[in-house]
């Protein structure tokens, strides 16, 4: 067991015996998750054909490439790289310093030969399960779950290779996979002026999603501020009772 899961294990002991309320566990080793995404006033996170969005102003891309600059790693899903073929590195127009490693989560082995994530201009993990065979040029592959990838042990093997902070880009997949298993730190959302409309659109998180209120993932208001003609919402995540 990976000291992730070892804590983890923990904290739902501590939930089952009400032993400890304040601390959370498994925040104290892992390394510290950020969600950021744009969405629109409708609260679509990309066009209803799932294809990318300008969603950010030139204010929430310069926010966006500092906190890739401030981060160790990107996350994202492989369902992010076949829509919007990302580059995910930190645009000198927009901030200063180093690329972080960009972190694909693609159990299958889906990351196309000519994504920019494969260009080699920054360090590349592609994370596929343990039955995928399938090697990737200019990346380094990690290979864990049995289905899906394994967040647990990423973030170990990403805390091993030296990541405190990492940063989850999305999309809506990854984002719920995070949120849900309560392994994510902060959310920010960029809420840009505009509606994109259409139905099963995809929003900030998908998922399975929940069917009872009690069972809603709770956050905590940071921050609410105007960016450009835009808002900027940061939430921390709260600890989830029961
Ligand atoms: N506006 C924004 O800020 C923003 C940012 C990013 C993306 N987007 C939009 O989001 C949409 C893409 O969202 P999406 O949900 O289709 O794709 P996604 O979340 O990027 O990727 C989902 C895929 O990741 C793989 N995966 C592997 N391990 C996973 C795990 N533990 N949990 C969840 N997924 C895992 C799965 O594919 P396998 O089973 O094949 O591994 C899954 O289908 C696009 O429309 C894109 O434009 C918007």
């Known amino acids: 067991m990976t000291p992730c899961q070892l804590l983890q294990r923990c904290a739902g002991l501590e939930r089952a015996t009400n032993c400890i309320s304040s601390v959370d566990l498994g925040a104290l080793v892992r390394p510290h998750v950020t969600i ?70 693609d159990s299958r082995g889906r990351t196309p030969n000519d994504a920019f994530v494969l260009d080699g201009m920054a360090p590349t993990i592609i994370v596929t399960n343990s039955k995928c065979t399938r090697a990737f040029r200019n990346a380094e592959v990690v290979r864990c779950g049995r289905r899906q990838v394994d967040l647990l042990r990423l973030l170990d093997v990403l805390s091993e290779k030296g990541a405190k902070k990492i940063l989850v880009e999305g ?72």
């Open 36 to 105: 950021n995404c744009a969405m629109s006033a409708d609260g679509k996170i990309g066009f209803v054909t799932r294809t990318q969005a300008k969603i950010s102003n030139e204010e929430d891309f310069r926010r966006v490439h500092r906190l890739r600059a401030s981060s160790d790693a990107i996350i994202v899903g492989v369902g992010t790289v076949l829509a919007d073929d990302p580059k995910l590195t930190v645009k000198k127009e927009y901030a200063k310093g180093r690329n972080p490693i960009r972190v694909v989560l």
């Open 171 to 242: 999309g809506e997949s990854v984002i719920w996979s995070f949120i849900h298993k309560g392994l994510a730190d902060e959310m920010k959302i960029f809420v840009g002026s505009m509606v994109l409309g259409g139905k099963g659109g995809p929003t900030p998180a998908g998922g399975l999603g929940v069917t009872k209120i009690e069972h809603a993932i709770p956050l905590k208001l940071q921050k609410v501020g105007r960016l450009g003609g835009g808002i900027l919402l940061e939430y921390s995540t709260k600890k989830r009772k029961g």
